[in-house]
């Protein structure tokens, strides 16, 4: 499985950005997938994530009420919309895909992830 994230850039604070991740594969619909982001000298933090079916879907405090992750099992591709960004969300994002459940927040559960993606919010 590869995973090619994309749409990162910057913005000013309270603009938006989609970032969107495309998956090869045959059975990406029988995974779950999540965004997680690591901004200079911290760790990578989870920020949000979708079950295989896209029933459920959860979000980290700093971002809930702001972003949206969705996904296009018929596209291979889960998107991360995000509104009135903030100084404080720039980082890089990555995109990652767990290969052994339907649903996960846990970083150490996802298998595979993507390049990163540059996210760069101005004040």
């Known amino acids: 499985v590869q995973l090619q994230a994309s749409g990162g850039g910057l913005v000013q604070a309270g603009g938006s950005l989609r970032l969107s991740c495309a998956a090869s594969?045959?059975?990406?619909?029988?995974?779950?997938m999540g965004w997680f982001r690591q901004a200079p000298g911290e760790e990578r933090e989870f920020v949000a994530a979708?079950?295989?079916?896209?029933?459920?879907?959860a979000y980290s405090d700093s971002v809930k009420g702001r972003f949206t992750i969705s996904r296009v099992n018929a596209k291979n591709t889960v998107d991360l919309q995000m509104n009135s960004l903030k100084p404080e969300d720039t980082a890089v994002y990555y995109c990652?895909?767990?290969?052994?459940?339907?649903?996960?927040?846990?970083?150490?559960?996802?298998?595979?992830w993507g390049q990163g993606t540059q996210v760069t919010v101005s004040s």
């Open positions: 990652a895909l767990d290969r052994d459940t339907r649903f996960t927040t846990s970083e150490d559960e996802f298998d595979y």
């Open positions: 594969g045959r059975t990406f619909s029988s995974y779950a």
């Open positions: 979708i079950s295989w079916n896209g029933d459920y879907t």
